[in-house]
Structures are given as C-alpha cells and as structure tokens.
C-alpha cells in the first residue's frame, strides 16, 4: 500500500510539473528517473544563486575568490560533468559550511576556510561538493522536497527577508532554526559516502593528496562533538555523519594512492595557511556581534546581556539566546514598523489574539522609554509559554528584547530573564569603534605551548581553546606541537 502510494504521488507530481525525463545519472551510467531535466536543473541553480549572493553576501576578497574558482574549475573540469556552467564563491558567513546546488553552483563560507589545513582539504571539499552535483543528488534531493516543502523554500529564498514576529507569528523556531537552513538540500549517508569517494578521485586526478577528504572530515567531525556554536545553517545540518565517514573514505584514498606517484601529490599546507591569512573569523561586527553573553551592535548602537551560559545565534533579522539543554529563548530584533505611534499601541498589535492573562505597562530601561507586556499562550514546539517582552524606543527605532519559556519554568528563571530585559542599553560612539572584528593570523608553537596560552595571549579569549585546537587539526585534548604553524584568531582592523 505504502509502496503504490508513493510511486503514485511521484508520477502525480512528475505529470504536473511535466517534467519527466528518465535520465542517464553522469557517474554510475544507470537509467533513473529524474524529475528535472539539464536545462531545468541549471535554471534553478542559476535563481537560487542570486537568492544566495543576497542573502548571504559574498565575500569580498577578491584574491581568495579567484584562488577559490580557480580550483574548483580545475576540479570540475575533470568530473563527470566538465560541460556544466560551474560556480564558485566563498560566501561572508561565519558558519562552517559548504553546500552545492543543483546546475553546478558550489558555494564554501569563510568560516570552513577557517578549519581546513591545507590545499588538499579544500580540494576535498571542493570536489565533494561538486560530486554532490555530477552524481544528481541536488537534482533527487531537490525532487524528492513535498510540494509544501517547495514552497516554503521558494518563499524562503524568492521572497525579501520576512521579518516576522516571533512573539506572535509564525513561531520563534521558523525565526531561528530555518533561515537559509531550507534551501539547504538535506543528503542521505549513502550519498555522502558517494560524494566522499567522487571527491577524493577528483582531488587525486587534479595532482592533490586524496588525504585532504579524511582530513577535512575528522576536523568536521571534531566540529560537532564540540556543539557547533555558529548555528545555523553549517555543515552538519546538511551533511550527515562525518566522523563516520572517514573510515569509510579511507579505503577510498588507500585505493587512489595505489593509481599514483603519491609523492608528487600536492598538500600544500604553507600555501594555503598565506591564502587565508587576515580572512575575518567569526560574526560581521557591522552586523552585531557575540562577546561572551552579550550581544553588542556597533552600528544601531545597542547592547544587551543575555544570562550567563545561554547560547546567542545572530542573523539577519534576530539575536536569539538559548537556554543551555532546555527550552527557553531569548530574542532581541527590530519591531516591524508601521503605523501605530506608540510603544504601547505597538505591542498590542504584536501581541497574538489567543493571548492570556495579558498584563502590560509603560517603563524606562536605561534611560529609554519602554513599555513591557506578559502573557501566555501555547506553541506547538513549546506548549504553554510564557513571554515576557519589552518595546524598547532606541535612537528612532523600536526594539523588542523578551523571553519565551515553558510556563511551568518560568518562575525559575524570571529574574535572569527580567535583569537581561533591563541590561538594553545605548552604547556610546567611542564603545561602538572599540568593536573589532576578528581574522585568521599564523603563530608558530614554541615548546610548552597550550591551546589555552595561545589563546589568552592573542587577545583575551576571543575563542575558546578547543576550537583553536580543532582549526588546526587537532583532537581538543592534544597540545600543539613545538615549531607548528598555527592558526589563530586576532583582533582585526576597525569597522569601516
Ligand atoms: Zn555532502
């Protein structure tokens, strides 16, 4: 019954969209059915694609775009479809991820470029990537999305950044967990694993170590027993499973190596350490930026200190705070302009018709005039919350910095969620160009080198230890070896 049902709703979708097409997948040679034919496929890369530069902004360095292309181009033109018009480009966010869409549009954020540890490993990425393309996956993966899911990608990615209201719309988790997450096209393992093999024998046929794909593996796969902090979308969320993959690449590599003079083969580990070089690390300062629990925001000149512990993501229309291991959010954005004048008549109209037990007032926060409202409602994540959010009037705008908790937790946590509600606060002109930017520098290890040292001395924690442990390659409980070329992370040069 399952089996009859779903070969109906394929030939139902195939039939309305009418495109069918029975297709010879480019790597393994078989027959298969497929949704989309070429030219379709190229079209739809091409749109996603300007959806991509928009939203995600392109990172602008030039040198290291045209060393990036470069590469890819050569790997390309050695896979199963050198005649695809390829793209490349290194996109400006700080989360560690690189994604391909269908049509041959490979994309890699500067924050993977942060974690490779030589060319090897970004021909590794490269080319798993573009086997992700030459074997169709972005075609069945972009297929096999119900028609529900479709749409809400379009909407997602053909329509301007919804700025929603998470106290009353659509719900926080759309707001903070989706983003770009949903054009990102989910793989199964088998497909990676084939995306594995396809990029080490691209990598081996353009003269790189094969090596580069476990490499770049293990460290992504240290990554994620390290609860990855740069949110959302990254690498995991979109390819499964690394650190098991890189037993399953490694007869793989064994068997390529066996094919080639293995010493001719290119690492190039310094090379590549000079490429990346002042690359930023870590989130756009222009954009606002994480230091510790607190958020600040050189720009719209504002900071808020979210409780100690919880975890902030940045993005493009909210700041959200997560509660460590439970539920419980704290969200700071820009309230939707309009028409109503006052704070008050602002958080009505935000404030969702199947509120409860509303209780409202006007206040000062630091100086600002505020007006502060509670109720609850149910969620369909949460089940009854309890949200607590302040309108907040800030040099011409209107801010909403609140918490949306279990109701049945919510007298726990009120006072941590009232003091981070009161922390909203105006940051002067010389506090806002003392906010810099961090980027990637090179240290060389001297004997008796820790993580934490390293760390300390270049400027205060700006990361933790582990990570600066695992951007070299590292397990987090090794030390750096003496007379290694490390990565590290410094302060950079002021904002604009
Ligand atoms: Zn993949």
Redesign the pocket.
Known sequence: MRRYERAWTAALLAAALMLAACATNPVTGGREFALMTEGREISIGEGADAQIREQMGVYDSPALQGYVADLGHRLAALSHRPYLPWHFAVVDSPAVN???LPGGYIYLTRGILAYLGDEAELAGVLG??I??VTAR?SVQAYSRATGAQLGLLLGQIFVPPMRSNPYGGPGIMDAAASGLGLLLLK?GRD??VQ??RLGAEYATGGGWHPEGVAGMLSTLGRISELSDRRGVPN?LS??PEPTARVAEVAPVVARLLETVDASGLRIDRGGYLERIVGVRFGDNPEEGIARGHEFVHPVLRLGVEFPEDWEIQNSDTVVVARRPGRDGYMLLQLAEEGEPATLEAIAERDTPRDARNVSAGGSRINGMDAHIRSYQRDMDNLGAVMVRAAYIRHDGQVYVVGAVVPVAEFTRIEREVNRSIRSFRALSAEEAARILPNEIALYEAVAGDTWQRIAQRAGGELVPAATLAIMNGYPVDEQPRAGGRLKIVVQGSPVG
């Open positions: 690189a994604f391909a798993h990537e086997g992700h996956h793989f497909d990676e995306a594995d690498w979109t390819h």
